[in-house]
């Protein structure tokens, strides 16, 4: 199993594109570029956990590398602002997505475009930019977003502290309105680690 993730991540950063799209997120903001790493790796393993082929997996890999991509457009003192943001600047937030969705489209990627679009998208239609539930979210978009979420919580934000990895696995686990159960468990199993459910279980916030 361990050599056949290998293949998918060998394959991964096999392409020219990859490295000219990560090479300017990373002259652009350190904090988005190990995101963009963390994620892009996680989502190709969970992807073949979950039974993708490898070409699919490498495909949701590359949604993971590149979801963030349209932060590109947004300035860093934004991007690591300590303060509270004002509503505005939650809103330029928010274009992330659909920024990411059109460079991506414009570079031919349409597939790509499509998963990354929706990461923000959330189960109980409370997500953006399209406000989408269910099933309506598609399945790689799904398994996207929980890793994405992970990864978030690891690692802490400017406005919330890093959590250890039982506690954000609680909490994904708790937030099932927001989080596919079955795209949360595969992340369980990729990760190959024990945890051990506590009787309060904190949802995200
Ligand atoms: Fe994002």
Redesign the pocket.
Known sequence: MLEDHGAVLSELFAHPFTFSLLGAVLAHDYETHRHLLNVGILCARVARTAGHSREESVLLGQAGLF??IGKLHIRCSLLNALHALSEAEWRIMRA??VRGEQMLAANGATGLAAIVRG??ERLDGSGYPDGLRGWAIPWETRLLSVV?AYDAMRSGRPYAAAVTHDEALERLVASDHLFDPDAVAVLVTTLGVKFSQREALAPIS
Do not use: E, G, R
Request: no cysteine; aromatic share 0%.
């Open positions: 979801h963030d992330h997505a990461h923000h994405d």
